[in-house]
């Protein structure tokens, strides 16, 4: 039973806001596209927070 508990937990996605400034906007387009190629390959959303914490 713990180990069923631990395994749960384990499979739960942490997921944090990361907060980046003084970014050129040609790299957030980058990012923004390649989110969107990650999107259409997976068949889900892919937010931008997720991208850049992969």
Not at 30 to 48: A, D, T
């Amino acid at each position: 039973m713990l180990f069923t508990k631990i395994a749960k937990i384990l499979k739960k996605r942490i997921y944090m806001d990361v907060l980046i400034r003084k970014i050129e906007p040609m790299y957030i387009k980058e990012i923004e596209k390649n989110e969107e190629q990650l999107s259409k390959k997976l068949g889900r959303n892919v937010s931008r927070n997720e991208y850049i914490s992969r």
